[in-house]
């Protein structure tokens, strides 16, 4: 079962990176998609009681079972965990005792590739190995069918879609910003910085309106998905 809401047509998707003080060096850029304890907290709380918002974690971050299942399991909250297969036991990342025990607390498992590489660009092998090798790689861990993934760096086009697809996963989340029909095989997230406030969700669902400026939007999307 996903653990993404079914109930509403749309619903807007919401991604962790890292939580609270980062333990090791930051990659460029990763600074900004930290967030303090606090303002994870206060996130959650905001969408506790509702049906439409999902809540995802990306890059198989330490943060993830010691912050973030804590938090979760306090609010009665669910959220779906995708992993970096390659870097699974190493310092500051989960290992495999990890993604049990969030499966245990009745967690979802996705993929995050093999080693964190944008999928689009990447030739035939590589792209086996991010997409095919690191599912089977996390489905033996964690004793359960991996049919989600998310694409690092938002990354991917219509070669990279026609390769999840064939390759087992039902649904997959990107980095692009709004809304998304809960029905549909490409789900767009929104990721949470340290600048965001209680006003995020309020900010996404403004991307679909005026009518004119989510029509502009759709069109760039899909033309991003058929490249």
């Known amino acids: 079962m996903s653990v993404y ?7 807007i998707n919401l991604t962790f990176h890292g939580i609270g003080e980062p333990p090791r060096p930051l990659d460029p850029g990763e ?3 930290w967030v303090s304890l606090e303002t994870f907290s206060a996130v ?14 990306d890059d198989g971050n330490a943060s993830d079972i010691e912050r973030a299942l804590p938090a ?3 609010r009665g909250l669910r959220g779906t965990f995708f992993i970096v297969a390659g870097r699974l036991g190493t310092p500051h990342f989960l290992d495999e005792g990890d993604v049990r025990s969030l499966v245990a607390a009745g967690m979802e498992i996705g993929c995050h590739g093999m080693r964190h590489r944008a999928w689009r660009g990447l030739d035939a092998r ?7 090798d690191a599912k089977a790689i996390l489905e033996a861990v ?7 993934a998310a694409c690092p760096f938002g990354s991917y086009d219509r070669r990279v879609l026609g390769t999840l697809r064939r390759s087992g996963y039902h649904r997959v989340y990107t ?11 490409v789900q767009a997230r929104n ?37």
Do not use: N
């Open 31 to 33: 600074a900004s998609v």
């Open 191 to 227: 990721s949470v910085g340290a600048g965001d406030g209680s006003d995020m969700l309020a900010q996404i669902a403004g991307l679909e309106t005026p009518a004119h400026r989510a029509v502009g939007r759709r069109a760039k999307l899909i033309v991003k998905r058929w490249r």
């Open 142 to 148: 964690a004793c359960q069918p991996i049919t989600c």
């Open 126 to 132: 590589t792209l086996h190995e991010e997409l095919v």
């Open 5 to 11: 809401p079914q109930v509403t047509e749309r619903s």
């Open 175 to 185: 980095s692009d910003r709004g809304m998304s029909r809960t029905s549909s095989f």
């Open 44 to 57: 959650l709380d905001s969408v506790a009681e509702r049906t439409d918002v999902g809540i995802s974690f």
């Open 72 to 74: 979760l399991r306090e």
